[in-house]
């Protein structure tokens, strides 16, 4: 009898045990195979200093120059993008590439189509290539997928035509944002701006900035605010961390302005929307004081490091909402500077070299660093991967580089191609062709012509509070903007580079990385530059425009 019961207890017991593990796996299993989320965070202007992972990041000692706790977080567990690169090195376009997975002369807006008109059948891409509303973004792609998806921090890519129609038209530069006719306005072009990004594949659209801070219209609203873009991210996750959500976050950091009173010790109320009642308050508090509190303790008193920690702060406020709610284990992290800030405007390597975490629990396989050419076209096909979308990856001019993170073979991109204002450039095996080309009306301009540019570029940039570039109307133009002594976005590399006016340029990147001596006319390299400008020939004839090379 003890025995037959005993067998009885021990079959119940295993039972028990075996219907227990079956659900444990289930669970696991469902767990494994749920969509990732997807958190893409987007820096403004940071220099390769700003990275404590990078020689640069680092005094002669060895210590980081930067106290970026949560930056830190995504090079010690993520993966280090080593050979990133953008297309298109300013705001605009490179928005354009993330957000489309495509070249930015791809761009179909009127202004953009209209220039190329202008221009010849040359297509420019300057800060004019923008995505309609209602053109297929990332946010789109991840709402087929089912996602809920969200958009918060600077613009400066979706077109907003809406803002400057009835109601919208610009503000003055010297208007009191208090004054309830002003306000009115101000609510009128937010609200509109939502209604466009929200066309453009997102469900949620808040604490905007449609330009940068101090190209907004309104003197007394050019402030940073990285408390309310945090505060805009963290609502997002809390309303949406139930089903699988993307969530593409635009910093307006370390992008100007950054005098102190104007940044990180300005007033939290101040945002592009008006002056808000109360203050965000998703990051330490209160904010001046824990921000001057850490770095001195840190010893980085003086330095400048203050608006670092600022961002840095935002993207840690973030990590902690989505520990808080239960979703950080399931949730792949996307770190990105829009373009190298050494010689932005520019095709040179201080433009298009960028830099770029990517980070999930329990890392990748490839371990700590990828060094695998990685495009910023290639940001959406990758995510698209994870998310087990593979149907649509040949719709881009990137590519996955999925399997080089897990590991896997992988055939990656041979060559970079980069495009910007009249410049085109192509990178391939350690060699650089780089081509500058104008419109023949342009280059038969007259000095009266010349004088008249560069008359209006001046006035132009006066209108939002900014000051001239040059007033030499003989300088040779600039490659980003048609204008005698170039646009205030190139003007380093202008002043600084030495072949920066010839039309064809050859640089040997592994031995001359600064590009200061251009071969173009040195018969040794006939054969590699025959070899780059068919390179370079291929990726244009399957793009919009014409280019001559």
């Known amino acids: 009898m003890r025995h037959r019961f005993f067998r009885i207890f021990v079959f119940i017991v295993s039972t028990i045990f075996t219907v227990s593990c079956s659900k444990n796996n289930l669970k696991n299993e469902k767990i494994e195979n749920k969509k990732p989320n997807i958190i893409f965070f987007i820096a403004d202007d940071m220099y390769p200093w700003m990275f404590n992972n990078t020689d640069k990041g680092k005094d002669k000692n060895g210590k980081p120059l930067n106290l970026t706790p949560n930056l830190d977080k995504l090079a010690k567990e993520g993966v280090w993008l080593e050979n990133m690169k953008v297309v298109s090195p300013v705001c605009t376009p490179s928005r354009y590439n993330v957000l489309t997975g495509n070249y930015a002369s791809r761009a179909s807006n009127e202004a953009f189509t209209g220039f190329t008109e202008k221009n010849d059948g040359q297509t420019v891409i300057q800060w004019n290539s923008y995505i309609v509303p209602g053109q297929?973004?990332?946010?789109?792609?991840f709402q087929k997928l089912g996602y809920k998806t969200g958009f918060v921090g600077k613009n400066h890519i979706i077109e907003s035509l809406s803002q400057v129609g009835d109601g919208g038209e610009k503000p003055e530069l010297d208007a009191d944002p208090t004054d309830p006719k002003v306000k009115e306005g101000l609510e009128y072009r937010y609200k509109e701006l939502q209604k466009d990004i929200k066309k453009s594949g997102f469900d949620y659209?808040?604490?905007?900035?449609?330009?940068?801070?101090?190209?907004?219209?309104?003197?007394?609203?050019?402030y940073q605010n990285m408390d309310w873009i945090a505060e805009g991210g963290v609502n997002f996750i809390d309303k949406y961390n139930k089903a699988p959500f993307m969530l593409y976050i635009a910093s307006t950091l370390p992008h100007?302005?950054?005098?102190?009173?104007?940044?990180?010790?300005?007033?939290?109320?101040?945002?592009?929307?008006?002056?808000?009642e109360k203050a965000p308050t998703v990051l330490p508090q209160p904010p001046v004081e824990s921000i001057q509190k850490r770095i001195k303790e840190a010893g980085y008193e003086g330095k400048n490091r203050e608006n670092i920690l600022w961002l840095d702060d935002a993207v840690g406020a973030l990590f902690s909402k989505l520990e808080k709610e239960g979703v950080l284990n399931n949730t792949i992290v996307v770190f990105f500077n829009d373009h190298?800030?050494?010689?932005?405007?520019?095709?040179?390597?201080?433009?298009?070299?960028?830099?770029?975490?990517?980070?999930?629990?329990?890392?990748?396989?490839?371990?700590?660093?990828?060094?695998n050419p990685v495009s910023n076209v290639d940001f959406l096909p990758t995510l698209l991967d994870f998310a087990g979308n593979t149907k649509d990856l040949d719709n881009f001019d990137g590519k996955s580089f999925k399997p080089a993170l897990e590991g896997k073979k992988y055939k990656g991109r041979t060559s970079f191609y980069h495009e910007l204002g009249y410049a085109r450039a192509v990178v391939k095996d350690n060699f650089k062709y780089y081509a500058v080309r104008y419109p023949k009306w342009a280059m038969n301009f007259t000095l009266e012509q010349r004088k008249d540019t560069l008359e209006k570029y001046t006035k132009f940039r006066e209108s939002f509070g900014e000051h001239g570039i040059s007033d030499d109307p003989k300088a040779p133009f600039g490659q980003l903007e048609m204008v005698p002594g170039g646009?205030?976005?190139?003007?380093?590399?202008?002043?600084?580079?030495?072949?920066?006016?010839?039309?064809?340029?050859?640089?040997?990147?592994?031995?001359?990385?600064?590009?200061?001596?251009?071969?173009i006319n040195n018969p040794k390299y006939a054969d590699k530059l025959k070899m780059l400008k068919a390179e370079l020939k291929e990726y244009i004839k399957s793009l919009p425009g014409k280019y001559n090379i």
């Not at 659209?205 to 050019?222: C, F, V």
């Not at 205030?488 to 340029?505: I, K, R, V, W």
């Open 136 to 141: 297929e973004t990332m946010g789109t792609y």
């Open 205 to 222: 659209a808040e604490s905007l900035y449609h330009n940068n801070p101090n190209w907004l219209g309104i003197r007394a609203l050019a």
């Open 256 to 276: 100007a302005p950054l005098k102190p009173e104007l940044s990180w010790k300005a007033d939290r109320r101040i945002t592009p929307k008006g002056i808000l």
């Open 340 to 371: 190298g800030q050494d010689f932005k405007g520019t095709l040179y390597e201080g433009g298009v070299n960028s830099q770029a975490f990517i980070w999930k629990k329990g890392g990748f396989k490839i371990g700590n660093v990828l060094e």
């Open 487 to 519: 646009g205030g976005a190139e003007h380093n590399a202008y002043l600084n580079h030495p072949h920066f006016s010839e039309p064809d340029q050859l640089y040997d990147l592994k031995n001359d990385p600064e590009e200061k001596n251009n071969l």
